[in-house]
């Protein structure tokens, strides 16, 4: 059927077509669907006991937690099933591209933040980069199922793990969100004392899961760009412009992070991506590759918009060293005491007494 509208279509670029059986992309998108839902749920975890932890250190202190538990589960179902279906519409090719540049400005971004700036660079890689993690997750799928004899039913089995995965990982954002206050003062849950114990551990293993994800991600990535490209000329016009500025790019975004504040730079960050991506298109690559990156622009703004409330608990830990702290008493050169003593008359002579 396919083959027969493109025949008739002589004109329609190449890489509008499905490479692949319709169901395959679709089951790919709801994996990699599957794979943002777990990373959210698991992040709003771990806010949510940071959050706890500290306002029982500083009860005095007005401390944000995620609130994603007040979304319906119609407004969670439309934005799964959304990022489903647009990951699944995306082109294999579209989303390597979007995987290595992710990459290459996460690297360059984690070499020039120092180590003092460690936890908050690991707050914004995660939130930021849900839509690039269902890309890496569609690529590598893509990639090591590529061929396969029954690769519609690797698949199916595939998204059956993930769906399963997904449901545990919402099911304990839930319970953490409606019971872990009491569970954890109470201490008759198994699942909330692990989480008081070990809790800490979660952000680290998380983050190590999903750079994992994102190398082999990216190793699925460069090969299939380098397979599009028939010679080494277009390959070395390719990765050179690419490569030249998403490295003078991410200068310009560090800069641009410490002027705004955190939820604004990550939305003003993912403009500037893939506004850099849709230009280097444009020069080297197809129309087909120029509306994939359009539609990543709604893919981002599907996973950002709704994490807004992870987006307003990262300035609080920024903010505390943008306040300029009191200066010392001894620089006051009106209340000191010495001062006093200067300002007032000392007595001469002994009539004065």
């Known amino acids: ?7 008739w279509l002589p004109g329609m670029p190449w890489w509008l077509t499905f490479e692949a059986n319709p169901l395959d992309s679709l089951l790919q998108g709801l994996l990699a669907a599957c794979g943002i839902s ?22 005095s202190k007005e401390i944000s937690s ?37 990459c290459l400005r996460a690297v360059s971004a984690r070499i020039t933040s120092g180590p003092d700036t460690l936890s908050s660079y ?8 849900q839509f690039s993690l269902g890309c890496a997750l569609s690529c590598s799928i893509h990639f090591l199922q590529e061929g396969a004899l029954h690769r519609s039913l690797g698949l199916l089995l595939a998204v059956g793990l993930s769906w399963f995965l997904a449901s545990q990982c919402g099911r304990l954002w839930r319970h953490v969100a409606a019971l872990y206050p009491l569970h954890s003062s109470q201490r008759y849950c198994g699942v909330c004392i692990t989480l008081l114990t070990s809790g800490r551990t979660l952000l680290p293993l998380l ?24 010679s080494a000329a ?7 412009p690419l490569t030249i500025c998403y490295t003078l790019l991410v200068v310009y975004i560090q ?20 506004g850099a991506l849709l230009v280097l298109m444009l020069t080297v690559g ?28 990262l300035p609080e830990e920024e903010e505390e060293d943008e306040i300029p702290s009191k200066p010392p008493r001894s620089w006051s050169t009106e209340s000191s005491p010495r001062s006093r003593l200067k300002s007032s008359p000392l007595p001469r002579r002994d009539k004065d007494l």
Request: charged share 15%; net charge negative.
């Open 66 to 102: 995620p609130k994603g538990e007040v979304q319906g589960w119609l407004s969670r179902s439309l934005q799964f099933w959304f990022l489903a279906m647009l990951l699944g519409m995306v082109g294999v090719r579209a989303s390597s591209l979007v995987v290595l540049e992710f």
């Open 1 to 7: 059927m396919i083959s027969f509208i493109h025949s």
């Open 234 to 240: 277009e390959s070395l016009r390719f990765w050179t």
């Open 122 to 129: 690991t707050y914004q890689f995660l939130i930021q980069c």
């Open 255 to 274: 800069e641009e992070q410490h002027r705004r504040p955190g939820g604004e730079a990550l939305m003003h960050t993912v403009v500037l991506r893939l």
């Open 207 to 230: 983050g190590r899961a999903v750079a994992l994800a994102f190398a082999v991600g990216a190793f699925a990535a460069a090969f299939t760009v380098n397979r599009h490209f028939l």
């Open 38 to 59: 777990v990373m959210c749920s698991l992040m709003r975890v771990h806010l949510f006991l940071k959050a706890l932890s500290d306002e029982k250190e500083d009860s």
């Open 286 to 313: 197809t129309w087909a590759d120029v509306a994939h990156i359009l539609m990543c622009f709604l893919g981002e703004a599907a996973c950002l918009i709704p994490a807004q409330d992870l987006l307003d608990c």
